[in-house]
């Protein structure tokens, strides 16, 4: 399998990057975060991860929106320094429900069938499909580690309800026959698809179970792992103020 240097893929990533170093640079930990950001969003749309999604494994395209809907955004949220931002734009803080709604609500909508395999179909709904899972979940992220951030309570029922809808989804696509995206039923007879099926032993029925259970078990894990983060500082600063 080829990596796929796609112009507009590695020139939106250099712009990316170039426009926060320009603009936004924050610390030296932050400068990485968002770096890191960036290079994994490079990698997750230029490597085999890709090829395989578009035409091979549902699998593969649940990796590649769990790294494009949960992981990047939350690298990329975390190297912005707010204070670097407009003032107008620092004033205008959108309601926690309206951050929520947008992140998880993206994320759901486009694993409907009718919308995902509209976009396997059309390239520049899948680009935009693309976008809007990373502008979404910048999104979901900022109440949760931007100030001024979501009380410690809130904060844990925001990322626990999203990970709930995750785990639904999940178990939806786990539990469900195969079919629900036609284009892994019969992709095209190739090398590609003999190592799928003979080498790997993914056929449409297992692929999908496996797409489930990824977004069902590692997406959960992310927002568990935001849950014990927020309870380890909440619990931090009130060993401090004690």
């Excluded at 112009?7 to 924050?26: D, E, K």
């Excluded at 490079?42 to 699998?59: E, K, M, N, Q, R």
């Excluded at 078990?217 to 849950?227: D, E, F, N, W």
Aim: charged share 10%; aromatic share 12%.
């Amino acid at each position: 399998m080829r990596w796929e240097w796609e112009p507009s893929v590695v020139i939106g990533c250099a712009a990316l990057a170039g426009g926060y170093l320009y603009w936004l640079r924050g610390t030296a930990t932050q400068i990485l975060l968002f770096l890191g950001g960036v290079i994994l969003l490079l990698l997750d749309l230029v490597s085999p991860i890709d090829t395989l999604a578009d035409g091979y494994l549902f699998s593969a395209h649940v990796v590649q929106h769990f790294l494009l809907a949960l992981i990047v955004p939350l690298l990329l949220a975390s190297g912005v320094r707010a204070s670097t931002l407009p003032a107008r734009f620092r004033a205008a803080r959108i309601s926690p429900v309206i951050c929520w709604t947008l992140g998880v609500g993206t994320m759901l909508a486009w694993h409907l069938p009718p919308l995902f395999n509209a976009a396997l179909d059309n390239g520049a709904l899948h680009i935009f499909q693309h976008l809007t899972f990373l502008a979404t979940g910048v999104i979901f992220w900022w109440p949760v580690i931007k100030e001024p951030r979501l009380a410690p309570f809130p904060a844990i029922a925001y990322l626990f309800s999203a990970c709930t809808g995750c785990s639904l989804l999940g178990a939806i696509l786990t539990f469900t026959p195969p079919g629900l995206y036609p284009a892994y039923l019969h992709p095209h007879d190739d090398t590609i698809l003999r190592m799928v099926r003979d080498n790997w032993g993914l056929d449409p029925k297992s692929d999908q179970q496996l797409g489930g259970m990824l977004m069902w078990v590692p997406g959960c894990l992310v927002y568990l792992g935001a849950i014990l983060a927020r309870v380890a500082h909440w619990y931090g600063a009130a060993r401090q103020e004690a």
